[in-house]
């Protein structure tokens, strides 16, 4: 019986550790997508990879942010780079899909010090320190506003994306004139908040 039970116990382990480790499952997931992009990119052809490779990026940022959770409280430091390499994806996809590649003149403010902030807030979440929320909330906030004024600037008076030349321009002051009134509600709110 004692060597049934110890037979037992470590036949049984590794499928324990298996099921128990979600880093392992969540690099599993992001190989199987990489695999998928390959594969399609077989079937569609190289143009394929000219609309998608940012997303490999945004994948990058997604396993750091697995890696936080699958490792626990202490690691919640991976949420800054986890947020930086995650928010410089998605803006290299949308730059990509649209063309429009010199917004770097002023989106680089949603990486730094937005993103920044966003993982700080994140970490302070995630190992339930409240100062460090505060902090990546008062940064997310700053580079939210640095990106609203330059972007303001570049596009409303110069024009830099040329959306004035096209039907982009009502676009780009109803989405602009959103992210300010929906930043002024939110600030009276959040301002009351932390008080």
Do not use: C
Request: no cysteine; charged share 10%.
């Amino acid at each position: 019986m004692a060597q049934h039970g110890g037979w037992y116990s470590s036949a049984t382990e590794p499928s324990e550790a298996h099921q128990s480790n979600p880093g392992s499952r969540a690099l599993g997931v992001i190989l199987v997508l990489i695999g998928i992009l390959f594969f399609a990119r077989e079937i569609t052809g190289p143009n394929f990879w000219h609309w998608t490779w940012p997303l490999i990026i945004v994948a990058a940022g997604g396993l750091l942010f697995a890696l936080m959770f699958a490792i626990g409280r202490g690691a919640g430091g991976l949420a800054i780079p986890g947020s930086i390499v995650t928010t410089t994806g998605l803006i290299l996809l949308i730059q990509n899909t649209f063309g429009i590649w010199q917004t770097w003149a002023y989106a680089w403010a949603l990486v730094v010090p937005t993103a920044v902030g966003v993982g700080i807030w994140l970490m302070g979440t995630w190992g339930g320190k409240p100062r460090r929320q505060e902090v990546g909330f008062r940064m997310t906030e700053i580079g939210l506003l640095i990106f609203l004024g330059f972007a303001a600037f570049f596009e409303l008076v110069l024009n830099l994306s040329k959306f004035w030349d096209g039907t982009w321009g009502p676009t780009v002051i109803a989405v602009i004139l959103i992210a300010i009134g929906a930043y002024v509600l939110t600030r009276r709110s959040e301002g009351t908040s932390w008080r």
